[in-house]
């Protein structure tokens, strides 16, 4: 077994030359984290969010490309992807990171609450997902990778919703590795414990107290900050993982071991 000499191995500050990537969700938080990541470390960027303010992205990024759009919208997907392969000659690196959440009790959650959870989540992911294997398959490949949850292998109580959707995605990239597989195209998730974001703001008033809370239910005793799991999503879309795919792994403090 030979080992591949340290002077041919890919440095992370230019790892993504020459690449293109979409992240999904990029605004604020995660997503906008992994923007910077792979535009830092060599990658062309199409950022995408719902939110108007992406496109202060730009700005902030020189050379980022900025698409508002709703991610259940076909018409979305079509466009983002459309737009990375006209302005950057194809598409390499699919991060699908926009996502919904939900804080209720089975019995109070409404089939609309349960949709538009599942739209934003499972549907948005797969549209996604569709349309860059097929910039992929005829570009040699690439990597999608997708934002999940330690919810998509544990319950989370008065998540409903929320956690049938991250289990769908876990089973969603199963099935984009091995369809991808022959056509070089990689997939891969990762399952995030509580992060300290705004996931939360809209639906909770006291979202931060409530993360906080859940800080000694992870073995390291604190919760996630957006650029670590920003990282793992960066290491999931390099060369340096050119061997995984369809894996699920956790980046949760250790959340799951138990």
């Known amino acids: 077994m030979t ?38 470390r060599g990658a062309h960027v199409v950022a995408l969010d719902a939110r108007p303010e992406i496109a202060l992205l730009a700005a902030e990024l020189p050379g980022v490309v900025t698409v508002t759009g709703d991610v259940t919208a076909e018409e979305t997907a079509t466009r983002a992807v459309g737009t990375a392969v006209d302005a950057f000659g194809g598409l390499d690196i699919l991060v699908n990171n926009a996502g919904r959440t939900l804080n209720k009790p089975v019995t109070h959650t409404t089939a609309q609450d349960w949709d538009s959870v599942m739209d934003v989540n499972a549907r948005g992911a797969f549209l996604f997902a569709r349309e860059a294997f097929r910039a992929m398959e005829g570009n040699g490949g690439g990597a999608i990778v997708s934002t999940g949850s330690y919810a998509s292998t544990v ?23 091995l369809e991808g597989g022959p056509l070089g195209i990689r997939a891969n998730l990762v399952a995030a ?16 107290a ?46 799951t071991a138990a």
């Open 3 to 40: 080992s591949t000499p340290a002077s041919t191995e890919p440095t992370k500050a230019a790892e993504f030359a020459g690449k293109t990537a979409l992240v999904t969700g990029a605004a604020r938080g995660i997503g906008k984290e992994t923007v910077a990541l792979l535009h830092a």
């Open 155 to 177: 319950g989370l109580p008065q998540g409903i919703a929320y956690s049938a959707s991250k289990g769908a995605l876990a089973q969603l990239t199963k099935v984009l590795a």
């Open 193 to 208: 414990g509580v992060v300290e974001t705004d996931f939360l703001d809209t639906f909770r008033p006291d979202s931060r």
């Open 210 to 255: 409530y993360l906080a809370s859940f800080a000694n239910a992870h073995p390291l005793g604190r919760v996630a900050q957006p650029h670590e799991i920003a990282e793992v999503l960066c290491f999931l879309a390099s060369p340096r993982s050119a061997f995984v795919t369809g894996a699920v792994l956790a980046a949760d403090g250790g959340f």
